[in-house]
């Protein structure tokens, strides 16, 4: 299955080889790969450097090492949590910029509302317009229910993303609907006429969803979030103001 690896950056070949035959199907999910000893012996490489090569593929996600009896390499299933993990852990560590996350919810966001608009079904409309009733009792009750209201926001989101069929957009606006609110909770106050802004831009959207309005659909989301990320990048050069005048 495996040939001696090169003798520059053994371990890398090591990893390759691994990884290519995980992804052309001759390693299966949930297939244990060979004995240490005997992986060594096929990558005619030292104990260390077979580790190595083992740890990286399991920072991959394409490998769980199982310790003990009955332990080993194993084959994971390959989806799209690798994904949502690498980019949660983009947003928690703030490697992410404001500006840069932004950027990225405007294009993202309208594109889904697109495919939403063009894809939906009687019973994703149903759905959302569910979605936006509760949120509606959220506004009629003012900002101490900001933080319901933030969670409609994310399903009704969620839900357009699912609408689409699409498991990259489902995962990667899933990750950045659950770490965003490291943001909300720093910059956003979200008072009442926030709320209200915010819901109105809901309406409109689902709106445009229900009537199969793809472009509308598409600008409607994309003004939608660049009027909270203009808000938040506002609050955010109001509090670096107030911290270099202290």
């Known amino acids: 299955m495996f040939q001696a690896a090169k003798q520059t950056k053994v371990f890398q070949d090591v990893v390759e080889q691994i990884q290519e035959a995980i992804f052309d ?95 939906r079904t009687a019973d994703d409309i149903k759905i959302l317009r569910q979605l936006l009733a509760q949120a509606h009792e959220c506004v009629d009750q003012g900002s101490s229910q900001r933080n319901a209201f933030i969670n409609l926001d994310k399903q009704i989101h969620m839900n357009m993303a699912v609408i689409t069929g699409n498991p990259i957009y489902i995962s990667v606006l ?48 994309r003004n939608h979030v660049l009027r909270f990320s203009r808000y938040v990048e506002l609050k955010a050069e109001e509090k670096e103001v107030e911290k270099i005048g202290r």
């Open 25 to 119: 199907g001759r390693l299966k999910t949930g297939e244990t790969l060979p004995a240490e000893r005997e992986l060594k012996t096929m990558f005619n490489v030292s104990r260390g450097t077979l580790r190595e090569a083992l740890r990286v593929l399991e920072h991959k996600g394409l490998i769980e090492i199982r310790l003990g009896v009955g332990g080993g390499s194993v084959v994971k299933s390959i989806d799209t949590e690798q994904i949502r993990e690498s980019i949660g852990l983009l947003i928690r560590s703030q490697k992410i910029s404001v500006g840069h996350l932004a950027e990225f919810r405007e294009d993202v966001e309208g594109i889904v509302a697109a495919h939403a608009a063009e894809r």
């Open 174 to 221: 899933q990750s950045i609907h659950d770490n965003i609110h490291r943001y909300y909770d720093r910059f956003l106050a979200m008072e009442n006429h926030e709320l209200r802004e915010n819901y109105q831009d809901l309406c409109g959207i689902i709106q445009a969803v229900d009537n199969g309005q793809a472009d509308l659909a598409r600008k409607l989301a």
